[in-house]
């Protein structure tokens, strides 16, 4: 609280001010010129494609992992691709293949979910049902769990229970 009284950007209160002796800012004649404010970190837009793929009457789920955001947190199979993806630029894509290789996997419906902003990412998310008999040796390594289960005993990204309630609501 004393800085922000007393260091006031533009018009620091210096003859007043009891450390003024012990002050580095007016030592190098920087007064003026500080507090200096931190740089605004970049936005990035990422583009998530994530899969609910309905599986003997279960939906698969995998728990992030890595040093990006939502570490820890569950999530349906995601596809993430640098720029917005359509027709058949999906499918398309090798880790998409990867993901449905050898599976009789049918896509029944596609939403797409407003930005969802974070301090310094914009997610552009399109969520995908999809329902197979069969796994690819990718979609075998997700758990399979009850559909009623998802927001109670798996935490999820903010943006993933907020499709799940705009579901719900039939939105």
């Known amino acids: 609280d004393f800085g922000a009284l007393q260091c006031v950007p533009g018009r620091p209160d210096c003859q007043t001010c009891p450390l003024a002796e012990k002050c580095l800012g007016r030592a190098s004649g920087r007064v003026l010129s500080l507090p200096a ?42 596809v993430e691709t640098v720029g917005p993806v359509e027709g ?36 552009h998310a399109c969520f995908y049902d999809v329902e197979t008999e069969r796994l690819s040796p990718a979609l075998a390594r997700y758990r399979a769990v009850p559909e009623d289960e998802l927001g109670e005993r798996y935490a999820m990204p903010r943006l993933l229970t907020a499709f799940l309630e705009k579901e719900r609501k039939g939105q």
């Open 37 to 78: 404010k931190a740089a605004k970190t970049a936005v990035k837009p990422r583009y998530f494609h994530y899969f609910r793929v309905r599986y003997r009457g279960n939906i698969l789920l995998g728990r992030r992992e890595g040093n990006d955001i939502w570490r820890g947190l569950y999530e349906f199979p995601l």
């Open 88 to 123: 058949e630029g999906l499918p398309a894509d090798k880790r998409y293949g990867d993901l449905f290789a050898g599976t009789d996997a049918v896509v029944r419906g596609k939403t797409v979910m407003p930005p969802h902003v974070l301090s310094h990412r914009v997610i």
